[in-house]
């Protein structure tokens, strides 16, 4: 069982990326996904989180910039970021709380394996 993180990479400050979350093949399906992102030396915070049914939150700070989604057929979750600011550089992280698997079995608490994110001023 994998969250496999795509995207990412170095952008000018006011460019866009766009964040992939994917669940491996034997997932079958993903009830709510949240981003965070994390700095060196500071704590991991939380960025977005979607709901199974599509209901959105989303950090203040990234609030009108950040968008959250997901196609459920894959399952896999997407984060478009706009509007890309300098402190908006971290490593992003997706994480799923709870995913039910082909088998029939549960998995708790995954998280994908990190993406940096660079935005220069």
């Known amino acids: 069982v994998q969250l496999v993180q795509s995207g990412g990479g170095l952008v000018q400050a006011g460019g866009s990326l766009r964040l992939s979350c994917a669940a491996s093949e034997n997932v079958a399906s993903i009830n709510t996904v949240a981003w965070f992102r994390q700095v060196p030396g500071k704590q991991r915070e939380f960025v977005a989180r979607?709901?199974?049914?599509?209901?959105?939150q989303y950090a203040d700070s990234v609030k009108g910039r950040f968008e959250i989604s997901r196609d459920s057929a894959k399952p896999t979750v997407f984060l478009q970021m706009n509007t890309l600011k300098p402190e908006d550089t971290a490593v992003y992280y997706c994480?799923?709380?709870?995913?039910?698997?082909?088998?029939?079995?549960?998995?708790?608490?995954?998280w994908g394996q990190g993406t940096q994110v660079t935005v220069s001023s």
């Open positions: 994480n799923a709380p709870f995913m039910e698997l082909s088998n029939g079995r549960h998995a708790f608490d995954f």
């Open positions: 979607i709901s199974g049914v599509g209901d959105t």
